[in-house]
Each structure stands twice: as structure tokens, then as C-alpha cells.
């Protein structure tokens, strides 16, 4: 397993402060009061508690926690920097509920409690870089929050050594040009396996490293010109990399209410006899009473006087 930035105890206490700030959010609790209530049930022996005491301070000067995250780089991440920043802009849907939820699977993913099957005899130790690279990307393709400066803050993750951030630096400007799923395909070993193949040399290598093994490559090649989420799914199906929140979808509106209902439909007859009169068409045998039919009177019946029949 690859040595992450933190011990394990941050990462179970990071994932027990998104997971319960979220809660007290949802139940209405302001949140400054949240991170004082949080706060008190974290271990005083991890660093979290302090770096709570900065995001409420940055909180009541700006209304803001995440200049105080991207200024504690020693312990947030720059991506979790980015995904709490986005969720505290009003102008897009993704919300800070749902950043904290993907911070808080995240963060769960670092403690590598979740092995990946790698290979179909292999098992990843959790949390390896490939994993946490796709479940930064899909976060960024699953919620829209763009790619440039998305990507920009994955790369300076410190959990990535030089040859994946030199990597991803190179996908964000190929991003859009070429398909995500060829990209990852050509820096798998399943792309070395094709080519030794066709060459009929066992000893073919490729100049550069190889960032994902076969089983991934196999999926990526089976996905090229699809939808990225497909390759995303099929990862999780196949070899059991973590699964990204989704954003919850957009609201049904109300059914319209039965009086509003029957003024519309009014409007639209109306609309029609204008059109038919506009055009000569207009048939007045369908507004006239049939014979057939009962005449209703707005007056109700009354009872003839006594002594008439």
C-alpha cells in the first residue's frame, strides 16, 4: 500500500466530521454552531480539532471554509479544497451538502479499509493512486465542476508521486480533444499486452510508466467513445473501485392544482373556436344541445304549488 499523506486516524476522523457535519446541516443546525458540536467529538489527539478552530474563524469573517482549507495544505488536500469551494458557490447546483458527502466517501476511501481488485487473481491494497485518481475524476465528470481547474488540483494532491501528477498535467490538455477512455488505456497494461501481441515480441516495452494493469486497460478499450460514466461503472462492477455520490436530480415540479388545471383547459377551447373562426371552420352544431342529450337547468327543480298538477 502506498503511504498516504496522513495517518489513518485523520482519515477516520475526516470522514466522521464531513459525514456529521452533513447531518447537522440537513437538521437545520447553523454552521459554525455544527463545527463547534463536531468538533467536541473528535480525538484531541489528531490535528482535525485545530483545523476546525481555523475554518470557523475563516467562516465568521468571509462565510466561507474553504480560503481556510487551501490555506492548511499541510492537511486538507487542494481537491478537497476545490469540491467545498464549489459547493459553497450559489450560482451552480452542486451544494455543500453534496460536497461533503463526496469528502466523506473520500475520505473513508483513505483508510484503506476498501481493497480494489486490480487483477482477476490480484487484490489492491486500498487507498492506491489509481483509485484515488478515478474518484477524483469522476467527481469532476459526474458533477460538472469543470476540468481545467478541477484536474489543476488533483494533480498537486500529495498522494501522487512525480510521474502521475506529470501525467494528469498532460491529460487536462488533452482533456476534450481525445476520449478519457483511450487515455487511460494507453497507460494500462492491457495497451503493452495489444502491442507485444502485434508485434510477436514478448520484450516489447513501452518509454513511459504504466499507470493502471490490464483489467482496467480491458475495460477502458471496451469504453472508448462512450460516455465516461460507463467506464466509471464498469470499474466499480468489475473491480471494485469506490462509487462517487451522485448529484441528486433536479426536482419534479408540483402538479398543477385542479382549479388552475380546468382554467387552462377553458383558455384552450377558447384558443381553438378563435383558430376554427379564423379560418371558416368553425361548427356551431358542437355547442348546440342534442336532442339526445339531457338539458341541465342552473335552477334547481321546485315542486309544482299545492292544488297544481
Known amino acids: ?4 499523506p ?3 486516524e485523520e482519515y477516520v ?3 466522521h466530521f464531513f459525514r456529521t457535519l452533513r447531518g447537522r446541516l440537513a437538521e437545520g443546525v447553523p454552521t459554525q454552531e455544527a463545527l463547534g458540536q463536531v468538533r467536541e467529538e473528535l480525538l484531541a489527539t489528531t490535528r ?3 483545523a476546525i478552530d481555523l475554518l470557523n474563524d475563516e467562516l465568521r469573517q468571509s462565510g ?3 480560503p481556510a482549507m487551501e490555506r492548511l495544505n499541510f492537511y486538507f488536500t487542494p481537491f478537497q479544497a476545490f469540491v467545498v469551494g464549489k459547493g459553497e458557490e450559489d450560482r451552480t447546483k452542486f451544494d455543500s451538502t453534496l460536497a461533503f458527502l463526496i469528502l466523506e466517501r473520500l475520505a473513508g476511501y483513505m483508510t484503506g479499509d476498501r481493497p480494489i481488485r486490480s487483477e482477476a487473481r490480484e487484490v489492491d491494497d486500498a487507498p492506491s493512486r489509481r483509485g484515488l485518481f478515478l474518484y477524483q475524476f469522476e467527481t469532476l465528470a459526474r458533477s460538472r465542476l469543470g476540468y481545467t481547474a478541477g484536474l489543476t488540483a488533483v494533480a498537486a494532491d500529495p498522494f501522487y508521486d512525480e510521474t502521475w501528477s506529470g501525467w494528469i498535467k498532460t ?3 488533452a482533456i476534450g480533444e481525445v476520449d478519457f477512455a483511450e487515455l487511460l488505456y494507453r497507460r494500462s ?3 503493452l499486452e495489444l502491442k507485444r501481441r502485434a508485434d510477436g515480441d514478448r520484450e516489447v516495452t513501452v518509454p513511459f510508466d504504466l499507470l493502471f494493469g490490464e483489467a482496467e486497460g480491458r475495460i477502458a478499450w471496451a469504453n472508448r467513445g462512450k460516455d465516461p460514466l460507463y467506464l466509471f461503472a464498469a470499474l466499480q462492477r468489475q473491480l471494485g473501485y469506490p462509487e462517487v455520490p451522485r448529484p441528486p436530480r433536479t426536482a419534479r415540479a408540483e402538479e398543477i392544482p385542479p382549479a388552475v388545471q380546468a382554467q387552462l383547459h377553458r383558455l ?3 384558443l381553438q373556436f378563435l383558430e376554427a373562426e379564423q379560418k371558416g371552420g368553425l361548427n356551431l352544431d358542437e355547442l348546440a344541445v342534442r336532442a339526445d342529450r339531457p338539458a341541465f337547468r342552473d335552477e334547481p327543480n321546485r315542486l309544482p304549488p299545492p292544488g297544481r298538477p
Open 1 to 4: 500500500m502506498t503511504e498516504t
Open 6 to 8: 496522513l495517518p489513518r
Open 13 to 15: 476522523e475526516q470522514r
Open 48 to 50: 482535525l480539532p485545530v
Open 64 to 66: 466561507r471554509m474553504s
Open 171 to 173: 491529460m487536462r490538455r
Open 189 to 191: 497494461g492491457w495497451f
Open 268 to 270: 384552450e377551447r377558447r
